[in-house]
Structures are given as structure tokens and as C-alpha cells.
């Protein structure tokens, strides 16, 4: 599994961030993504709401299956990351490092995607045995700082996420990201509760556009 998904994510480039999204409107979501080329889901878990996102990433996994690869993000540490597995979760993604949780998932057979910001974060999270490293937040930090870490540790596979869009993803491909995590400006509340699914997956078949 875990081959199968790193290949997708190195391919495909966007994850599609939710957070806050559940039952029927997370499914209409998942398909208006998947519409728009998205072949990758993130499920954030949020405070006091663990039940209702393990739910949301089963119902996504149940619908999706076989068509989209579906993740849980916000996994910061064991019990967290239990929950994700339980619920079928095929890769995980962290905002911060956490070499235990990083383990953890690697001996699960999952893909490994930590969150980290500095030069010291991101190689102790490759050493540690990540897949990607989530460079976060990416748009306040810039392309060049990316293009400047890139330098010393141009084997470690970074994905921009944070600020991402179709504005400034080109920047981030021409120095060399290997994907990015996209939520807000792609996975739009306002939208989602107004039913206009339509224009989310226009936003999605537009960013998967950029990274051809």
C-alpha cells in the first residue's frame, strides 16, 4: 500500500486539505475533488472532534475506494495516529516532527508526511524515516527559502503547504517542491455550505492543471 501512495502523492502533487467537513457534505466534497482531478484527500483531526473525522475518512475510504487515496492530517502524536489507522487511513501527515509517530507509521505500512519548518526539523524528520516533509507554513516562508533549503538536502522530498494556490504554486514547482497540501483555497467553507460544489472542483481541475 504504502508504494502505491507515495508513488500517487510524487505523481500527482496536490493533497486536498478538509477540515471540518463531515457526513454528506464531506462526501459531496470528496467527489467534487475527485471531478476536478484531485486523486488525494487529507482529513484533518480537530479538537473534540476525533469520532467525526475517523467517520469521515471511513465514509471517504467506503465511497472513494479504488478511485482516491485518503489521509489523516493533524496526527500529532500515537493515540492520534491509532485513530487515523483504525479508520483506514492510507497515509498521514503531522504539523510538526515526532519520530515516534513517524516510526509508527512507517511499521504500519503507511506513507510518512511530518510537518517542519527549519533546516535542523526537516532533516531530523527525513533521518527519522519520512517520506515527505511538509514545509509549512509555505507561502510565509517563500520560495526562496525553500529553494535555499533545497540546497544542502536536495534528496529529501519537501511539499509546500500554507498559503498554496494557483498563483504562486509555479514559484514553488520551479524550485523544486515535490507537492503540495492544499486546504482553504481550494476546500472553500463559504462554498461548500452555499451547495456550490461545482466551483470547487473548477478550483481543482485548475491547480491540477498547474502541476501537468
Not at 475527485?34 to 473525522?53: C, D, M, N, Q, S
Not at 469521515?56 to 487515496?69: F, K, P, V, Y
Request: with cysteine.
Amino acid at each position: 500500500m504504502s508504494e502505491t501512495v507515495y508513488e500517487q502523492i510524487a505523481k500527482e502533487k496536490i493533497v486536498a486539505i478538509v477540515r471540518g467537513v463531515y457526513g454528506e457534505d464531506c462526501l459531496r466534497l470528496a467527489e467534487a475533488l475527485y471531478a476536478g482531478g484531485i486523486r488525494l484527500l487529507e482529513v484533518a483531526f480537530e479538537p473534540g472532534k476525533a469520532a467525526e473525522t475517523q467517520e469521515a475518512i471511513r465514509q471517504i475510504a467506503a465511497a472513494m475506494g479504488g478511485r482516491m487515496h485518503v489521509g489523516a492530517g493533524t496526527v500529532s502524536d500515537l493515540a492520534t495516529l491509532q485513530l487515523a489507522m483504525d479508520a483506514g487511513a492510507e497515509f498521514i501527515i503531522s504539523p510538526n516532527t515526532d519520530a515516534a509517530v513517524i516510526r509508527s507509521t512507517k511499521e504500519a505500512g503507511l506513507v510518512s508526511i511530518p510537518g517542519a519548518m527549519t533546516p535542523t526539523e526537516i532533516f531530523a524528520a527525513y533521518q527519522s524515516g519520512a517520506d515527505f516533509v511538509k514545509v509549512f507554513p509555505a507561502a510565509n516562508l517563500g520560495p526562496a527559502y525553500i529553494k535555499a533549503v533545497r540546497s544542502p538536502f536536495p534528496h529529501i522530498p519537501l511539499m509546500a503547504v500554507g498559503g498554496v494556490d494557483e498563483n504562486n504554486m509555479a514559484e514553488f514547482l520551479k524550485v523544486g517542491v515535490a507537492g503540495f497540501g492544499i486546504g482553504g483555497n481550494l476546500v472553500n467553507k463559504a462554498w461548500i455550505r452555499e451547495g456550490a460544489f461545482e466551483k470547487i472542483t473548477a478550483v481543482a481541475a485548475a491547480m491540477c492543471e498547474k502541476v501537468k
